[in-house]
């Protein structure tokens, strides 16, 4: 392997062994580090841990990012659409209609409010649900709908939202992956009723554990997941609402507040790389990810096809190339949804992306170097 590829002491062992990482996250961090540090000094000095100033001011922060005029933050992304679906009184006897190829957190947040997550198969180009796969997926009970962007590009939603206010359905936007992403020069955040963020350390926005938010223009579903995150407490001992406890702490707000301040500018470094593999990626076996001329994605991942997709992991794997899985096994087959009865077959283009999917590396932190040789290795499989 050439000297430019080496990664010397980025080299993340949990994270990745071999010379050029999925994602990279501990460049990620040192680039950072005086900053976070200083945040986290503020912290200490202060010892006030949770829902204090630096809660309060990340929320009002990343309401603004995303075009919102509240933010909660919450302890998880799952957490994040749970407490979202709860504040808006779903629950037993209800359906929600999720997309049959995310990641499990969405389904898991319907079946936490004691709901039922009926599945709906993606658009096969986008991977995304559409307004129309929607609609013919909906139950007499439906009364919700997760649109998640995934892989950071934004589901087209004017169509969705049209449906929603014919047929009185709340939208709660999955937006895990979706930091910064613009769907029609807007930003994703405040295009449905609600929607939900995680800020999982690989998520574009991501803090040094776990936390997520809810973002939302409704200031009484604010206010119930406000609620909600802390005991259903308005004031200390009174309790208005059977809660939960899922608060962002003060040390995690501190370093969210710095690292949004850089979201936007490593944004633009992932657009840079996925542009270059756009461009340069050229492979009769390899399918690569489309963004209609209406969205601006966040490339949280940059996902290809290729109908020998474990060949082209080992391939790359071979020249020191990472590579990942969005996702192996579709939530509806998965163990934890036998009960729902879906047979195999049943959502047949979830079921193909699960067998064709490749996930390349993607990052902020990638070297021009690191962008070449893995479009040299994607280009020289076959
Ligand atoms: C990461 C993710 C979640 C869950 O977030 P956590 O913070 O890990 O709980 C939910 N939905 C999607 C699409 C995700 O990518």
Known sequence: MQTGLQRGKHVEP??????????????????????????????????????????????????????ASHSVSVGSGLSALHLGLSAAGIGPGDDVLVPANTFIATWLAVSEVGARPVPVDPDATTCNVTAAALESAMTPTTRAIIPVHLYGLPAEMDPIMEMAGRRGLFILEDAAQAHGAEYRGRRVGSLGNAAAWSFYPTKNL??????????????????????????????????????????????????????????????????????????????????????????????????????????LQAHLKARGVDSMIHYPVPPHRQGAYTDLGHAEGAFPVAERLSAEVLSIPMGPHLSDEQVQFVVDSVNAFG
């Not at 010379?19 to 540090?37: H, N, V």
Request: glycine share 4%; with cysteine; hydrophobic share 40%.
């Open 206 to 311: 991501g803090a040094l554990g776990d936390g997520g938010a809810v973002t939302t223009n409704d200031v009484a579903l604010a206010e119930r997941i406000r609620l909600l995150r802390n005991y259903g407490s308005p004031t200390k001992y009174v309790h208005t609402l059977k809660g939960t406890n899922s608060r962002l702490d003060e040390i995690q707000a501190a370093v969210l507040r710095v690292k949004l301040r850089h979201l936007d500018e490593w944004n633009a470094r992932r657009k840079t790389v996925a542009e270059r593999y756009l461009r340069q990626i050229q492979n009769p076996l390899i399918r690569l990810p489309v963004a209609p001329s209406w969205a601006s994605p966040s490339w949280y991942v940059f996902v290809v096809r290729c109908p020998r997709r474990d060949d």
């Open 14 to 67: 949990s994270e990745s062994e071999l010379p050029i990482p999925l994602i990279d996250i501990r460049a990620a961090t040192l680039e950072l580090k005086r900053e976070i540090d200083d945040s986290i000094s503020a912290v200490l000095d202060r010892s006030h841990f949770i829902l204090g100033p630096e809660v309060e001011e990340f929320d009002r922060a990343f309401a603004s990012y995303a075009g």
